[in-house]
């Protein structure tokens, strides 16, 4: 049963406390089925196989499609975005990691933050709660629009108005019956510079249409065996995911950077060089990569695409330097 209470009241208070742990944007939906369109141009994305290794987009459709299943009584979604723009970055000379995964690993930086507010808010308010930090079969982009957060853009990125698209999500199911913000009506425009920009050609005209077989994110992450020739060809100096199509994105022009510590790079990603990442062990990478995303990709896996970035070096260096008779 939802939690009956004054449920407009209680907004400022709450967004209050996001502030001070940290959340940059805090907004709430009512939750309910998700609309029938988004269902459909999920299952059409999904049928063309655009999901690649992704199978786990596959399951739990039901769950996927209606977050009260996710959370008996659930009446409000609300969503939160946490900037992980950082201050200091790679040389870029050095095998690049994705911005997001500069700082420690934000499923336990967010959580326990969010873990902060629902504890308050239980406090407060009571009800019952279910905290969503990319752990489960909820839709946190579509959330997101839906609480007038931000939209999605043709990078597949959420991005908020006048911030950008750095930020991690959040999504708290709770049985609190909370007035919904107005969802955000917008869009890219005629913009395409993340889809002109996409090294490996993974965007297209339509939002959040990416194709995860080509996207050099997902191929470099989550993908499991040899990288295929396409995004060899395309992989440059790429380790660790790929943030090409929101480093173009006019949205983040004037990205601030972000203002919680656990983001902050370490002196030792900052330094590592190809043949330092080449030369990692099992134990090192286990080490250097405790608290990180990257341990996502597996010792393995950002073996192999150290391998594939020296290869396409040498490739270069081959083509521009003429061989001497």
């Not at 459909?40 to 999904?46: F, L, V």
């Not at 420690?104 to 930090?133: F, L, P, T």
Request: hydrophobic share 35%; proline share 5%.
């Amino acid at each position: 049963m939802a939690t009956s209470f004054s449920p407009s009241l209680c907004k400022d208070h709450i967004r209050s406390i996001a502030a001070n742990e940290g959340f940059d944007a805090c907004g709430f939906a009512r939750a309910r089925e998700i609309a029938p369109e988004a269902q459909a141009a999920y299952e059409t994305w999904i049928s063309e196989g655009k999901h690649g290794c992704l199978q786990y987009m596959e399951r739990h459709a039901a769950l996927r499609n209606n977050p009260q299943l996710l959370l008996e009584g659930a009446a409000t979604v609300m969503v939160l975005a946490m900037n992980y723009y950082p201050q200091r970055f790679q040389s870029p000379e050095a095998p690049q990691f994705a911005y997001y995964a500069y700082g420690n690993d934000y499923h336990e930086v967010v959580r326990q933050r969010a873990s902060v507010i629902v504890e308050k808010m239980r406090a407060n308010y009571g009800g019952d709660y279910r905290i969503c930090v990319d752990t489960a079969p909820l839709r946190e982009r579509y959330w997101a629009q839906q609480a007038g957060v931000g939209f999605v853009g043709l990078n597949n990125q959420l991005i908020i108005p006048g911030k950008g698209s750095y930020f991690f999500l959040c999504a708290i199911l709770t049985t609190l019956e909370i007035t919904p913000d107005e969802p955000l009506v917008s869009s890219c425009g005629n913009c395409r510079r993340c889809v002109k920009a996409c090294p490996a050609g993974a965007l297209s005209n339509s939002p959040g249409a990416v194709d995860a077989r080509r996207c050099l994110s997902c191929l470099t992450i989550e993908y499991r065996g040899e990288l295929p020739p396409s995004a060899l060809k395309c992989i440059g100096n790429r380790v660790y995911g790929c943030d090409e199509c929101q480093k173009i994105c006019p949205h983040n022009a004037e990205a601030e950077a972000t203002k919680i510590a656990e983001f902050q790079p370490s002196e030792e990603l900052l330094t590592l060089d190809a043949e330092a990442l080449a030369a990692l062990t099992d134990e090192k990478f286990r080490l250097l990569f405790r608290h990180s995303a990257v341990k996502r990709t597996k010792h393995s896996g950002l073996q192999r695409n150290i391998s594939a970035v020296l290869q396409n070096k040498t490739a270069e260096n081959d083509t521009i330097t003429p061989k001497k008779e």
